[in-house]
């Protein structure tokens, strides 16, 4: 666990950067920082492994002052991940992520292989190890970036919009690698960002910071979307908060009716307005009309239980029928959720 207690960071000119910042990061967890530019995100995050030291405060690993690691030692245990991966040009991807078991005095054979496994682990082809960094994009040269902070397995990675400069597709795919590696590393993260989105997705406990690095608010993304402490908070959110509390609602409990699929061959003859056409190996075709006119119309689907009612509902206005098409794991069709399925789950949502 990182731990600010009562930190506060003046610069030389007098700037107070970070303002009597209280907060826990706990083990294991992702932490997210989030807040307008020059709120003193990158000073906090700096202040943990000390290349920055706080001018008032402490900040305690696992209840040690940082204070009282020497920086070499508590950089061991700390992997930093920056804005455009920040690797070394003239080295080659393979030797950039060995970087810091070399410095451990790891044996190269050793290093190089702890490379390339990591390499593989964050998406990218081992062969990609030989080439030198400007041979990569963007989004693979910030994959190495991550691997190179893993080498040296530290329990603590602190990342400084780290996905901040890749296009939004890239930056996606970044972030669904982030989450599904920490679900099997558990690592104590802590990261900046000033995409108000990307902190509600990653974070397990946002801190909301606003300049002046004061604390606005610290929640989890549901809480804070449900219930921002102030204007300043409400405003940063941004406008979508009601459709984007939906991630945060599950779809286990939505009705599904099992009686508006038809085979595809259907050639009308429902009272439906809509049923959905569905292949001889269970999955959707499209939706026709009841009375069998037409073309199989688009649809769009969800997992039940897995994914959530923003997906459920963005799966329904896919359609022009809509509803959503509920499937399982194997892509066969469960059940369709209907308006009214949609409309009652909304409700509940709304009052809990
Ligand atoms: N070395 C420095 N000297 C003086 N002021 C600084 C220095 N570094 C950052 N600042 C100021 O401290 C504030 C917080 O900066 P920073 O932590 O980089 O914010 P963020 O990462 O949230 O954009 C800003 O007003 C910035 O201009
Ligand atoms: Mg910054």
């Known amino acids: 666990m990182i731990t600010f207690d009562a930190v506060t960071k003046r610069y030389a000119d007098g700037t107070v950067a970070v303002d009597n910042l209280s ?19 990158t000073t906090s995050l700096r202040m943990i492994n000390r290349m920055i030291d706080a001018t ?34 003239h080295k080659k991807i393979v030797d950039n ?13 050793k290093a190089r292989s702890r490379a390339m496994e990591l390499l593989e682990r964050v998406g990218l082809d081992p062969a990609m190890g030989e080439r030198y960094p400007f041979q990569l994009s963007g989004g693979q040269q910030q994959r190495v970036g991550v691997a190179r902070a893993l080498a040296a397995d530290p329990p603590v990675l602190l990342m400084d919009e780290p996905f901040s400069a890749v296009d939004p597709i890239v930056r996606t795919s970044l ?96 009272p439906e307005p809509w049923v959905l056409a569905v292949s001889d190996d269970g999955r959707p075709v499209g939706w026709l ?40 794991e194997d892509g066969k069709v469960a059940g369709v959720a209907t308006r009214e399925a949609l409309d009652e789950a909304l409700a509940e949502a709304a009052d809990g």
């Not at 037409?294 to 029928?321: H, I, K, N, Q, V």
């Open 175 to 270: 972030q669904d690698e982030l989450l599904r590696l920490q679900a099997e590393l558990n690592k104590t993260i802590v990261f900046v960002t000033h995409d108000i989105d990307e902190a509600i997705k990653l974070g397990d406990r946002v801190a909301v910071l606003r300049v002046g690095g004061r604390l606005a608010q610290l929640a989890d993304p549901k809480t804070l979307l449900s219930e921002p402490a102030d204007d300043f908070v409400r405003e940063f959110l941004g406008h979508d908060r009601g459709i984007r509390r939906l991630q945060f609602v599950g779809t286990e409990g939505l009705r599904l009716r099992t009686d508006l699929t038809v085979p595809a061959g259907f050639s009308g003859g429902s």
């Open 97 to 109: 992520v060995a970087t810091v078991p070399l410095l451990l005095g790891w044996d190269r054979g």
């Open 23 to 41: 907060l826990e990061a706990p083990t294991g967890e992702i932490t997210v920082f989030v807040g307008p530019s020059g709120c003193g995100k």
């Open 56 to 89: 008032e405060g402490r900040i305690l690993l696992d209840g040690d002052p940082v204070q009282d690691i020497d920086p070499p030692k508590l950089r061991r245990g700390i992997g930093y991940v920056i804005q455009q991966a920040g690797l070394f040009p």
């Open 289 to 328: 009309r009841g009375d069998g006119g037409g073309e199989p119309e688009p649809y769009g689907t969800f997992r039940p239980g897995r994914d959530s009612m923003r997906s459920a509902l963005d799966a329904a206005l896919l359609s022009p029928s809509g509803c959503a098409v509920a499937v399982g």
